[in-house]
């Protein structure tokens, strides 16, 4: 070791900050900071390894786990279809007409606008976390609005009653069974 760098170790050791066996090691110093990110790293090291036996062990004791995803998928889906049509019911009872006179663009983004509030109001209301589902539900809400006619055209008794016999007839009369309407338009099924 050259003269300069054993005096400076030895002032090193003089203030304390070196041990009297070990030459100091490259690399980050030791301080509070470092100490914190390497407990943190050993436990998130052994968190994962907790988490990937026990993903393993839930699979084998329940394997309805493994459906999960999909059924809570199929319910934000069919939380989004029925908040549509409860979006229409209620835009129908305040407007109290059979039939729109906006044009096409605009109902739709009504439609669709109120049916998000609802849904908003019904995951609210029934405490789930759908912030991962809100796809499909946009994409049951959008489908509903899209198909809903061709239930009326199918059960026109059922929706006279909840809604009125002129609105089944004013549905009835502008649209045709088997098709999507979007934007006005329609598209056979």
């Known amino acids: 070791m050259e003269r ?5 170790y030895q002032r090193l050791n003089a203030t304390g900050h070196l041990s009297r066996t070990e030459l100091p ?11 914190r990110n390497q407990h943190l790293a050993a436990m998130l090291e052994r968190h994962e390894e907790l988490l990937g036996r026990a ?21 934000a889906f069919s939380m989004g279809w ?16 059979s039939g729109s006179t906006l044009h096409p663009d605009i109902d739709l983004t009504l439609n669709i606008v109120l049916a998000i509030a609802v849904a ?5 209301v029934l405490s789930l976390s759908a912030v991962k589902r809100m796809g499909a539900q946009f994409a049951g809400i959008l489908l509903a609005i899209m198909t809903m006619h061709n239930v009326v055209h199918a059960m026109p008794t059922p929706f006279a009653r909840l809604f009125s016999p002129a609105w089944v007839t004013n549905v ?15 598209y056979h099924i």
Request: proline share 4%; net charge positive; aromatic share 10%.
């Open 25 to 35: 090691l490259a690399g980050p110093s030791k301080n509070r900071t470092f100490t």
């Open 82 to 97: 029925m908040a549509a049509i409860i979006a229409l019911f209620l835009r129908f009872q305040l407007s109290g007409q």
């Open 4 to 8: 300069s760098h054993l005096r400076f």
């Open 120 to 124: 908003f109001l019904l995951r609210e």
């Open 55 to 75: 993903k393993r062990s839930k699979w084998r004791q329940d394997p309805v786990a493994a459906v999960a995803p999909f059924l809570s998928v199929l319910l």
């Open 172 to 186: 009835q009369s502008t649209t045709e069974a088997g098709t999507l309407q979007f934007r006005g338009h329609s």
